[in-house]
């Protein structure tokens, strides 16, 4: 029997790898016999799982728990995720509105900490000291729309990029196994996923028995491309899409695989950050202008429909007006389908942190915002490319008296919608999370309006 002392509430923050961390704290909480619910007012527990990676993150996930306790001054306020394990010491003393801390090593530690806080029932009690956490893959609760599903593959980095704190927060890096894996996919695709989302801080990093050395091996161990092939082995109409791979060790094998079986999505989120050899080379990345370009070259000429998003990363220490001009040159000709803009954030504990030549907040946010601008035009000239063009489209949310979905070139929640236009019975007897053909008819912004041909 659940009592309302066992209820908790979820605060989400962060990145999709954040999400996958929530999501198994979730599934270790439901199987010890707590119960979700949707409206804090009902929880006796308030969880928010925190991001720490940078300044405005960290502001954010401090202010949900400082308004939280706000609201309700009798309830227990947990703060988890990368917030809490990279300032543990420092929060617990400092940050007295939460009850408790914990960090992203082991989500089952979530039971024990909030049951300390609780009066349950013996039977309860029982069920949570011998409830078996270790759950059976891809039976977590997803926080994801209808029919997607992220698959982190692995956790913490070892690129060491001299401005990110995720080794700080996460470690080095650790990756799954094949089997385990693929295990996954295979009980997420039974639950009716169509779209498993791979993710890790980067998957072009993966290897079955990490570590391995980049160069010069001669009996490689089982890496990414190996990975695919297992999950191509699995049966059914799916689609797999790839985030996050670093360009300078992008596995060019992935291409043939892809260039066979369509269900790997010819989309890539390759963050290149930059273009300048100097400013590349003081982030501790080891690719160039030149290297990026071609490897663009490569993938849209061996995979034509190819859609390339990326990252830029703007304002790092000793960036010059030289150096952000040799950026703007590169936005131009790489041609990339998205793209996102980040200012640096002065993280404490990087190698970025005590870098000369601080570049001040207003001129990275300047050259942030030319960057984007410049892009709209990119962005919606790529996309009109799709129009008139018959593709399936992953239905996600009804509104109203119409859809909305997804296609291939579109990632959760980053990306343009696909708004599937009201036009008969067929649009209204759409199922959520199902794949459906759908000819594009018109670019409306970043946004495809789409119909949906005869299914019958």
Same mark, same amino acid.
């Given at each position: 029997?659940?009592?309302?002392? @066992?209820?908790?509430?979820?605060?989400?923050?962060?990145?999709?790898?954040?999400?996958?961390?929530?999501? +198994?704290m979730m599934a270790c909480l439901n199987s010890a016999g707590w119960e979700n619910v949707t409206d804090a007012e009902q929880a006796?527990?308030?969880?928010?799982?925190?991001?720490?990676?940078?300044?405005?993150?960290?502001?954010?996930?401090?202010?949900?728990? *400082?308004?939280?306790?706000? *609201? #309700? /001054?009798?309830?227990?306020?947990?703060?988890?995720?990368?917030?809490?394990?990279?300032?543990?010491?420092?929060?617990?003393?400092?940050?007295?509105?939460?009850?408790?801390?914990?960090?992203?090593?082991?989500?089952?530690?979530?039971?024990? %900490?909030?049951?300390?806080?609780?009066?349950?029932?013996?039977?309860?009690?029982?069920?949570?000291?011998? %409830?078996?956490?270790?759950?059976? $893959?891809?039976?977590? /609760?997803?926080?994801?729309?209808?029919?997607?599903?992220?698959?982190?593959?692995?956790?913490?980095?070892? +690129?060491?990029?001299? #401005?990110? $704190?995720?080794?700080?927060?996460?470690?080095?890096?650790?990756?799954?196994?094949?089997?385990?894996?693929?295990?996954?996919?295979?009980?997420?695709?039974?639950?009716?996923?169509?779209?498993?989302?791979?993710?890790?801080?980067?998957?072009?990093?993966?290897?079955?028995?990490? /570590?391995?050395?980049?160069?010069?091996?001669?009996?490689?161990?089982?890496?990414?491309?190996?990975?695919?092939?297992?999950?191509?082995?699995?049966?059914?109409?799916?689609?797999?899409?790839?985030?996050?791979?670093? /360009?300078?060790?992008?596995?060019?094998?992935? *291409?043939?695989?892809? =260039?066979?079986?369509?269900?790997?999505?010819?989309?890539?989120?390759i963050p290149f950050q930059h273009a300048s050899q100097k400013i590349l080379a003081a982030m501790n990345r080891h690719g160039s202008?030149?290297?990026?370009?071609?490897?663009?070259? &490569?993938?849209?000429?061996?995979?034509?429909?190819?859609?390339?998003? @990326?990252?830029?990363?703007?304002?790092?220490?000793? !960036?010059?007006? =030289?150096?952000?001009?040799?950026?703007?040159?590169?936005?131009? !000709?790489?041609?990339?389908?998205?793209?996102?803009?980040?200012?640096?954030?002065?993280?404490?504990?990087?190698?970025?942190?005590?870098?000369?030549?601080?570049?001040?907040?207003? &001129?990275? =946010?300047?050259?942030?915002?030319?960057?984007?601008?410049?892009?709209?035009?990119?962005? !919606?000239?790529?996309?009109?490319?799709?129009?008139?063009?018959?593709?399936?489209?992953?239905?996600?949310?009804?509104?109203? +008296?119409?859809?909305?979905?997804?296609?291939?070139?579109?990632?959760?929640?980053?990306?343009?919608?696909?708004?599937?236009?009201?036009?008969?019975?067929?649009?209204? $007897?759409?199922?959520?999370?199902?794949?459906?053909?759908?000819?594009?008819? $018109?670019?409306?912004?970043?946004?495809?309006?789409?119909?949906?041909?005869?299914?019958?």
């Open positions: 029997m659940i009592s309302k002392a @066992s209820r908790y509430f979820l605060d989400p923050f962060g990145c999709v790898k954040n999400q996958v961390d929530a999501e +198994n006796d527990i308030i969880i928010v799982n925190s991001c720490g990676f940078i300044e405005s993150a960290k502001k954010e996930s401090i202010n949900a728990v *400082l308004e939280w306790r706000k *609201l #309700y /001054p009798g309830k227990k306020i947990l703060l988890a995720g990368c917030l809490s394990q990279r300032y543990a010491k420092e929060l617990n003393g400092m940050l007295t509105e939460a009850d408790g801390f914990i960090g992203v090593e082991n989500p089952a530690m979530v039971v024990e %900490k909030v049951s300390n806080w609780r009066t349950f029932n013996e039977d309860l009690h029982k069920l949570e000291q011998n %409830k078996n956490l270790d759950l059976p $893959a891809g039976e977590r /609760p997803l926080l994801s729309l209808p029919g997607s599903a992220y698959v982190k593959i692995s956790d913490g980095c070892d +690129n060491n990029c001299s #401005y990110c $704190a995720i080794p700080l927060i996460r470690g080095g890096l650790v990756c799954r196994s094949i089997p385990d894996i693929a295990d996954e996919c295979r009980a997420l695709l039974a639950r009716g996923i169509k779209e498993l989302c791979i993710i890790g801080q980067d998957i072009g990093a993966y290897s079955e028995n990490f /570590p391995q050395k980049r160069e010069g091996e001669r009996n490689r161990k089982p890496g990414l491309p190996e990975l695919l092939q297992a999950i191509s082995g699995l049966e059914g109409n799916f689609w797999v899409r790839l985030l996050y791979i670093h /360009p300078d060790h992008f596995p060019l094998e992935i *291409l043939d695989l892809m =260039e066979k079986d369509k269900r790997f999505l010819p989309y890539f989120d202008k030149e290297k990026y370009l071609e490897l663009i070259k &490569t993938i849209r000429t061996r995979l034509p429909h190819a859609v390339i998003r @990326s990252t830029f990363l703007l304002g790092f220490p000793g !960036e010059t007006e =030289e150096d952000f001009s040799e950026l703007l040159g590169f936005q131009q !000709e790489a041609n990339l389908d998205w793209l996102g803009c980040f200012a640096y954030s002065h993280e404490e504990g990087t190698a970025a942190y005590t870098m000369k030549k601080q570049v001040p907040e207003k &001129t990275a =946010e300047t050259r942030k915002q030319m960057i984007e601008e410049r892009q709209i035009q990119i962005t !919606e000239k790529n996309m009109d490319r799709f129009t008139d063009q018959t593709f399936d489209v992953l239905v996600e949310e009804q509104i109203d +008296n119409f859809y909305l979905g997804r296609l291939y070139c579109q990632a959760p929640d980053i990306d343009g919608a696909a708004v599937i236009v009201s036009g008969g019975e067929t649009e209204n $007897a759409l199922q959520l999370g199902t794949l459906v053909p759908c000819k594009i008819t $018109a670019r409306r912004g970043f946004d495809l309006e789409v119909r949906v041909l005869d299914i019958s």
